[in-house]
């Protein structure tokens, strides 16, 4: 189920009517990021494109049902792949954190990841999972996703001084 489908209706019952705005989703700029092709919706509204309503928006539709394109660039990614691109870039960054000094120690870190973001409590926070772990199969993992996905998994450099 798409961001659109939790929307109103239509489009225009979000982009043109303010008494809408309850609705923070039709306000977020991530909408804009989303929307692929064409100018952005309220062109597209005064063109008559209205959604479900008038059978073509975002989605061409169909007998009421949206006709989407299948995803044609997608990467095949396993759950390992999906959790660790996740989990290892926070704890990366709470490296680099304690590294540079945002921090004073690992337990008042743990502290402000676990209320601050919701990391898993039982996991103890992103200090106590490292090292419930291996720190250099971490770093390891780490090093793949940087050579698979780009540098933003490039391992700190406050690796080393974790014991």
Not at 10 to 17: C, H, Q
Not at 51 to 73: C, E, M, T, V
Request: glycine content about 12%.
């Amino acid at each position: 189920m798409g961001l659109y489908h939790r929307l109103p209706w239509t489009d225009e019952d979000v982009y043109n009517d303010e008494r809408h705005s309850f609705n923070p989703v039709a306000k977020m700029p991530l909408l804009e990021i989303v929307h692929a092709k064409g100018p952005p919706h309220s062109a597209d509204i005064s063109k008559g494109n209205l959604g479900r309503k008038s059978g073509q928006g975002f989605y061409a539709w169909s007998k009421g049902q949206a006709l989407k394109d299948p995803i044609r660039s997608a990467v095949p990614l396993s759950d390992n792949d999906i959790s660790d691109r996740l989990i290892l870039r926070l704890i990366n960054e709470s490296v680099a954190c304690l590294r540079e000094g945002v921090v004073e120690d690992e337990d008042l870190l743990d502290a402000g990841v676990i209320f601050g973001t919701g990391f898993a409590p039982f996991r103890g926070g992103p200090m106590h999972y490292i090292h419930s772990c291996e720190t250099g199969e971490l770093q390891q993992r780490l090093d793949e996703l940087e050579g698979r996905f780009g540098q933003h998994f490039h391992a700190d450099s406050g690796w080393g001084a974790i014991a």
